[in-house]
């Protein structure tokens, strides 16, 4: 519907669009109040937050594959005008396998023997058809975001291939961004999701600005409760509203330097409570 939306429709300017984002953690508990948010989490790393895949978790990765295949054999070909399928799906599995890292568009069209601006193409396609997202760096200079290299993320948190640090980090991921698209369609703020690196190599997963004002900057840890110094470094740079480490498992929350060091899991959920 979004992509074949027109700009000149007669309801132009009388309507409001909102993002329909997969489930999060806090909405899993109306499926399953009888469960612990940790359950929950495990659940959703392991299924996604499709509705069907989640409250069918045997059928999760039938229902992935076709999805995904359905996106590529109807809509990216529709829309790309290409019969070159075999490289769609490749280009799809090699995404996977590059969850939350920087994409390099050269690299890619090597690997799948195509140009540097088909690939392109071909992941801005993807989406526009809700499939991926890409979160570009974070620089007070918005040209310079523009010219480096985002990182990308799929919206079904279980397409990554890898099922650690990669996986967690695009459930929250999908959180944040959803978090940013319910405030802008629902009140018009200008909330956007980043992530930090610099030339020294501090780096920091992510970062959530309204308007030019930081916010927060975010890093996803799976169990270490050590600060972790790039985020130190980046909150002391940038002075956001609160910096957060969100550890999968953490037994005791603790505040570092300003930088508070929280559950992953009682934190997620409560972003929309």
Request: some cysteine.
């Amino acid at each position: 519907m979004e992509v074949f939306r027109r700009s000149d429709d007669a309801l132009t300017g009388r309507t409001f669009h909102y993002r329909l984002h997969p489930i999060d953690l806090a909405e899993s508990k109306s499926f399953h109040p009888d469960l612990g948010v940790r359950t929950r989490l495990d659940r959703l790393l392991a299924t996604g937050g499709f509705p069907e895949a989640y409250l069918h978790p045997s059928d999760a990765g039938r229902l992935l594959n076709d999805r995904l295949d359905f996106v590529l054999r109807e809509d990216l070909r529709d829309l790309s005008r290409t019969n070159a399928l075999r490289s769609l799906e490749l280009l799809i599995d090699l995404l996977r396998e590059r969850v939350g890292r920087q994409v390099n568009y050269s690299h890619l069209a090597q690997d799948l023997s195509v140009s540097g601006p088909t690939v392109k193409n071909w992941i801005e396609l993807l989406e526009r058809l809700y499939v991926v997202f890409l979160v570009p760096p974070y620089y007070k200079d918005l040209a310079r975001s523009i010219r480096k290299e985002p990182k990308i993320y799929f919206y079904d948190c279980s397409a990554p291939f890898e099922d650690g640090g990669y996986r967690l980090e695009n459930l929250v991921a999908c959180g944040l961004l959803k978090y940013c698209h319910f405030y802008h369609d629902t009140k018009g703020a200008g909330l956007k999701l980043w992530y930090f690196r610099d030339r020294e190599n501090h780096e920091v997963d992510f970062v959530v600005t309204e308007g030019a004002r930081v916010k927060w900057c975010i890093e996803v840890k799976t169990d270490t409760d050590n600060l972790h110094p790039s985020l130190l470094y980046l909150s002391k740079k940038v002075h956001p509203e609160e910096s957060f480490q969100l550890v999968r498992r953490l037994d005791q929350p603790k505040e570092i330097d300003g930088v508070r060091i929280v559950p992953l899991p009682e934190w997620l959920e409560g972003l929309f409570t």
